[in-house]
């Protein structure tokens, strides 16, 4: 842990949530506690970091916004200990209908039950959540506070400085409006599609910008044969008062969600949208006169597409919405934001702790954001094909008229597992330009994802994912017993903490992958970061292995 710190009270109002301690003294201030925001808090204390959040509002979403949770999301969850708490894709969920129609009763324009990925079980251990971020949040903020990390709800951000040595942060509870200083190493950024940090800092954004307004109305109402609890259902509906989108998000509570359109350019506004509005446009949809529907939540929100100019700024890092903001088609922006999460917390953790040079920053700029650039192209492209004018224009503006068509399901794949990371942290061979791979056919190059590969050990199966999540891993073939000498070494030179696993010994690669799956010969070894990406690899022990090892974590650790 870091140093001790002084508490000072900060009064909050939100019952059952806790009072808002804050610490004068911090290692990580993170701003926001939504997806990003908790992860990263959750990440960070997981790796023995003080950190404090401030969120304004005074709990988590009760919106379902980001649902789902790819597989590379789900082996962070893993790697943080959350994975066993998120409800997973079982036979009766694994598919969902979509439904284009005027209303949720009456005819359907047009109706398809898309099937679900196949052969997903070879790619990673991991399976597919299917978790809300109203379910999602509350999991997060329990698994960071059991590791430590202190939360506080209704405290909200004034201002901040920073300098060579750290930021100063001022803080308010919104309802005593005392303030207090925060003085932290590093500020994390996850306050949002309108961050202030961001503002604050000066960071432009750029892309398409917006390209829809919408307000979410949450309610409870038995609708009886209107939904099917055996066929879930995503409602798109084009009317002329209340155009949108409307699912059944709990059976349970008989729980809804409508998502409708409006137009600010008609002088349409969210405060038009009272209880008695919001009635009459659920009656309208489900062709229900006399419904009586209890209005739990209404919120506006706006779907838009755009790309900070620039991830990092000195000691403020910028996660999840606050970097990028993406349309809800292909479900990766929440997803997208719990892998900055975890890049930056790795990254923050071995930098406080002076195993690693600050230089290792500069790498999170250099590998997140082409991914956030990647999905906001494919939310583009996949938006377009649903219809959206908008979209179609923006999507055409990226289209590669040379790249060879692949199918939806490969491309997310591609998105998700076999995306690439070119930055000083990952020790690059060659100028190779590929910047995806088919997850299937994986090659072990540096930058990529390690491949999932089924082990045995002691007559019990593990994944080579399994392997990884904490420290550094090198991950050496049958004959490359001199690699562990050459990783402890390492630790003795550097202070960064390196496992070594040879295969062979107590851990048996039955179906011998591992030297077509990783690229590397039976002396050969592979270095897998703490987030599961190869950082380097060599096809066959060298002559000097400890030497080879040393300039590779010096290089990417900037020592």
């Known amino acids: 842990m870091h140093a001790a710190i002084r508490l000072v009270t900060v009064q909050a109002s939100y019952p059952?949530?806790?009072?808002?301690?804050?610490?004068?003294?911090?290692?990580?201030?993170v701003v926001g506690a939504g997806l990003a925001g908790l992860a990263s808090a959750m990440f960070l204390a997981q790796r023995g970091v003080e950190v404090l959040v401030a969120e304004r509002r005074s709990g988590t979403s009760l919106f379902p916004r980001a649902v789902g949770q790819n597989q590379r999301t789900m082996e962070?969850?893993?790697?943080?200990?959350?994975?066993?708490?998120?409800?997973?894709?079982?036979?009766?969920?694994?598919?969902?209908r979509v439904r284009v129609a005027a209303?949720?009763?009456g005819p359907s324009f047009h109706e398809?039950?898309?099937?679900?990925a196949t052969g997903t079980d070879a790619l990673s251990p991991a399976g597919i959540g299917t978790a809300g971020q109203d379910k999602l949040e509350p999991l997060l903020r329990q698994r960071a506070e059991e590791l430590g990390a202190e939360l506080c709800f209704d405290t909200e951000l004034l201002s901040l400085h920073q300098d060579d040595d750290g930021v100063t942060a001022t803080l308010r509870g919104r309802d005593d409006e005392r303030t207090v200083q925060v003085r932290a190493d590093y500020l994390v950024a996850a306050d949002g599609h309108r961050s202030g940090v961001r503002a604050a800092l000066g960071v432009d954004r750029h892309g398409p910008g917006s390209l829809g307004h919408n307000v979410s109305i949450i309610f409870d109402a038995d609708l009886g044969d209107l939904v099917d609890p055996a066929m879930p259902t995503l409602h798109i509906l084009y009317n002329d008062q209340g155009s949108g989108l409307f699912t059944t998000i709990d059976h349970a509570v008989n729980r809804h969600l409508y998502s409708v359109n409006y137009d600010?350019?008609?002088?349409?506004?969210?405060?038009?949208?009272?209880t008695e509005r919001c009635t009459e446009l659920i009656r309208l949809i489900t062709e229900l006169p006399d419904l009586?529907?209890?209005?739990?939540?209404?919120?506006?929100?706006e779907m838009a597409a755009m790309v900070a100019d620039r991830f990092r700024v000195g000691r403020v890092l910028l996660a999840g919405d606050a970097a990028k903001v993406t349309p809800p088609s292909g479900g990766m922006g929440g997803n997208t934001a719990i892998g900055d999460a975890y890049d930056l917390a790795w990254k923050l953790a071995a930098v406080l702790d002076s195993t690693a040079g600050p230089g290792l920053l500069d790498s999170y700029d250099a590998e997140r954001r082409p991914i956030a650039e990647r999905v906001v192209a494919e939310a583009l492209r996949l938006l377009s094909a649903r219809g959206s004018a908008t979209a179609t224009e923006h999507a055409e503006e990226t289209h590669d008229t040379d790249a060879v068509p692949v199918s939806d399901e490969q491309r997310a794949i591609e998105l998700t597992l076999g995306f690439r990371y070119r930055s000083s942290a990952v020790f690059a061979e060659t100028d190779d330009p590929a910047d995806t791979e088919d997850p299937y056919r994986p090659t072990g190059r540096p930058?990529?994802?390690?491949p999932h590969i089924w082990l045995q050990r002691g007559g019990e199966k593990l994944s080579t994912v399994d392997l990884f999540g904490q420290d550094f891993v090198v991950l050496a073939g049958p004959d490359g017993e001199v690699w562990r000498a050459a990783a402890d070494a390492v630790t003795a030179r550097l202070g960064v903490t390196v496992r070594t696993t040879v295969l062979g010994e107590d851990l048996i690669d039955p179906q011998e992958e591992y030297g077509t799956r990783y690229g590397i010969g039976a002396s050969g070894a592979s270095l897998i970061r703490p987030d599961g990406i190869i950082a380097w690899r060599a096809a066959n022990a060298p002559g000097d292995p400890v030497q080879v090892l040393l300039d590779a974590f010096t290089a990417i650790l900037a020592k």
Do not use: N, Y
């Open 16 to 29: 059952a949530m806790g009072v808002a301690v804050v610490r004068e003294r911090v290692s990580v201030l």
């Open 292 to 301: 009586e529907p209890q209005i739990k939540a209404v919120a506006p929100w």
């Open 264 to 274: 600010p350019a008609t002088g349409a506004s969210p405060k038009d949208f009272t």
């Open 76 to 96: 962070l969850l893993r790697f943080g200990g959350l994975a066993e708490r998120v409800p997973t894709m079982t036979p009766t969920l694994s598919k969902l």
């Open 112 to 116: 398809d039950i898309p099937e679900p």
């Open 447 to 450: 930058g990529f994802r390690a």
């Open 103 to 105: 209303g949720v009763s």
